[in-house]
């Protein structure tokens, strides 16, 4: 290995060809980082390894795919076993070696091999398990999970650098002992695709397509998953069934899709609809073809993840309804930048006002626009975020 040539391995479940999220966030990172001049390893599922687009893929074996939940436990563990296998084979003495969160604790798993082949450790945090789980089950899972809690605890003690989505999970992982010196903040970026605003004929298109080309299109675009609150949007939805001139589209997949699905047909919301995933080629035209999006997440999770969907409403240059926490990150945020508004959830009533009060003034929606836009072009892009991946790299290197 030349000393021109730095070394980095990544290692998360999943990675190109996967659509997870987490695989096209690393995919664009670990692409970017290679034509920067790192030499990027993979450590991810998969049957053949291979190298692609300058990124070398070491597979673990199996595949991303899994049923129920004794299956995802039965590949998780797999994959946590071949990844151990493989750093120990593979990682050298000045390498960096970057775990994230697929599957949780991970980072447990594997930073005591890497550190003993030599290699500076980086956790990239996407969540913080198991902190997410007593925050679903409550209580009666805390202390049965204490000793898993603890081993994340040395994890991220022992890294040399803690990298967390935002504020709040930053101070998650400060309280439980990270120096802060050693925990740097930096959002997930929008998909580049979006960097270029899409065409105003392809979203008149996509508007027509969806055969909502007049109404005023409230969207929730990517995972419907358990940390993200619904009830407050199908409360607002409910107050707005009257006003054939207002839509909601539910634009994704996830764990609670069937839910969502069973209550709209039961609240007779025939103003909501339910539509599959956007590829990422489509995604710019998509996310433009709505007049607003909504971001959701449940109080009890404000600290644990960061709803990274935000980063795409932003590069759509789209005004924002958060339901969530009023005084939580997202809601600093759009404060902040003036590109929307935060409501506590259960108040389906102001969202509801909000929605026809936007749909009544297309300037206000255009000033937030363009202001939601500008804030994407701050803080969200991959460019942005490459530069400071490299940064955090090359300070883990040197790191002692």
């Known amino acids: ?155 991220w003690l022992t890294a040399s650098r803690c990298v967390t989505l935002g504020e709040d999970m930053a101070q998650t992982v400060a309280a439980r002992g990270v120096p802060a010196d050693r925990i740097t903040i930096l959002p997930n970026w929008a998909p580049r695709e979006l960097h270029a605003p899409a065409a105003s004929e392809t979203i008149a298109a996509r508007r027509a397509a969806w055969g909502v080309a007049d109404k005023f299109v409230v969207a929730y675009s990517g995972n419907l998953g358990r940390v993200h609150e619904f009830t407050t949007v199908l409360d607002a939805a409910e107050r707005l069934k009257a006003r054939p001139d207002i839509v909601f589209l539910f634009i994704g997949t996830g764990a609670r899709f069937a839910a969502v699905s069973t209550a709209a047909r039961s609240r007779g919301l025939d103003n909501l609809r339910l539509l599959p995933p956007e590829s990422r080629a489509d995604l710019p035209a998509a996310l433009a073809a709505a007049d607003a999006h909504l971001v959701t997440l449940k109080p009890g999770f404000a600290r644990l993840v960061y709803p990274s969907k935000m980063a795409g409403v932003l590069a759509a240059g789209r005004p924002v309804l958060f339901v969530g926490p009023t005084d939580g990150e997202i809601a600093r945020l759009i404060a902040r930048e003036e590109c929307g508004a935060a409501f506590a959830p259960a108040d389906g009533a102001a969202l509801a006002a909000t929605i026809a009060t936007w749909r009544a003034d297309p300037t206000i929606r255009a000033q937030m626009g363009l202001r939601a836009r500008a804030a994407y072009e701050r803080q969200f892009t991959l460019e942005a975020a490459l530069a400071q991946w490299d940064a955090i790299l090359h300070r883990a290197q040197a790191a002692p």
């Open 1 to 155: 290995m030349s000393a021109a040539t730095p070394r980095v391995f990544f290692v998360n479940r999943v990675y190109w060809p996967s659509t997870a999220a987490t695989a096209q966030l690393l995919t664009d990172l670990a692409e970017g980082l290679a034509a920067h001049g790192w030499d990027v390893n993979i450590v991810a599922v998969g049957e053949a390894s291979t190298r692609h687009n300058g990124v070398t893929i070491h597979r673990t074996g199996g595949c991303d795919r899994h049923g129920g939940l004794v299956s995802r436990a039965i590949n998780y563990g797999r994959f946590r076993r071949g990844a151990q296998r493989l750093l120990a084979s593979l990682v050298a003495p000045g390498d960096v070696v970057v775990v994230m969160t697929d599957p949780p604790l991970l980072g447990a798993a594997v930073t005591d091999i890497a550190v003993k082949c030599g290699a500076r450790v980086v956790h990239w945090i996407q969540d913080i398990y198991p902190e997410i789980l007593t925050a679903h089950l409550g209580a009666i899972v805390a202390l049965p999970l204490n000793p898993l809690r603890a081993l994340r605890d040395v994890a």
